[in-house]
């Protein structure tokens, strides 16, 4: 069964502080490996990772991935209260039916408070 | 594009009646999720489709959820009977390639089953 684990699942930091997201999978024909940002309503993209070691960079967030430990973190640095949210993180994987066919499965998110 | 377009955007409803929700996803996107998401399971994948072709639904809770795409530029889940625990927030996500692109999402339908 496909498995994509998030931690922790729950932080509260002070503004300026910087935060490090965890998320470890364990899926059968990985494709890539996307975070997501949920504020009151729908998810919305941050990053897509597909090769180990190469950093995504999107000013102050950044991500990596781990193909061979099976891991990805997000790193947010001079946190705002601007960045409190859930984040999510999801594996996209080969279907094992149809070629070309992806499936999508996320994680149970980390819901980060940002206090001034 | 308007972006993935979901309707309802709240539903309440009494138990036992038949519930549909329904999507609209981007146009040219060929892959399409229905989620459900309450506070105590997440972010759930129930269904995805392929080019119109439902491809896993081992995630859909029980016999009383079907989703069906006709076309596409459209689809529904439908919950029939519905029951209190089936409140949660629906959302539906479409992708161009997904693996290679991201899925945008739908901003979500409330549903709340009394």
């Known amino acids: 069964e496909d498995k994509v684990v998030q931690s922790p699942l729950s932080l509260v930091v002070h503004e300026g502080d910087t935060v490090t997201l965890n998320c470890s999978y364990e899926v059968t024909n990985f494709r890539s490996l996307l975070w997501y940002k949920q504020e009151k309503k729908a998810p919305t993209f941050l990053f897509m990772l597909t090769s180990s070691g190469i950093e995504k960079k999107s000013g102050r967030l950044s991500s990596i991935l781990d193909k061979k430990e099976l891991f990805s973190i997000l790193n947010i640095t001079a946190t705002q209260t601007g960045d409190s949210a859930v984040y999510l993180c999801a594996v996209s994987r080969r279907s094992l039916v149809i070629q070309g066919a992806q499936k999508l499965v996320f994680g149970q998110g980390t819901r980060l408070t940002i206090n001034p | 594009d308007a972006g993935v377009i979901q309707s309802p955007r709240h539903e309440v409803t009494e138990m036992g009646q038949e519930v549909t929700l329904r999507c609209k996803p981007i146009?040219?996107?060929?892959?399409l999720f229905w989620y459900r998401q309450t506070m105590m399971r997440g972010l759930e994948l129930l269904i995805y489709?392929?080019?119109?072709?439902?491809?896993?639904d081992s995630g859909m809770p029980e016999d009383r959820f079907s989703a069906k795409m006709p076309n596409a530029s459209f689809s529904t889940l439908k919950i029939q009977p519905s029951e209190p625990r089936d409140s949660a927030v629906y959302f539906c996500a479409s992708s161009l390639r997904p693996g290679l692109t991201e899925a945008f999402f739908g901003q979500g339908t409330r549903l709340t089953v009394v």
């Open positions: 146009s040219g996107h060929n892959s």
């Open positions: 489709f392929n080019n119109n072709v439902p491809i896993d």
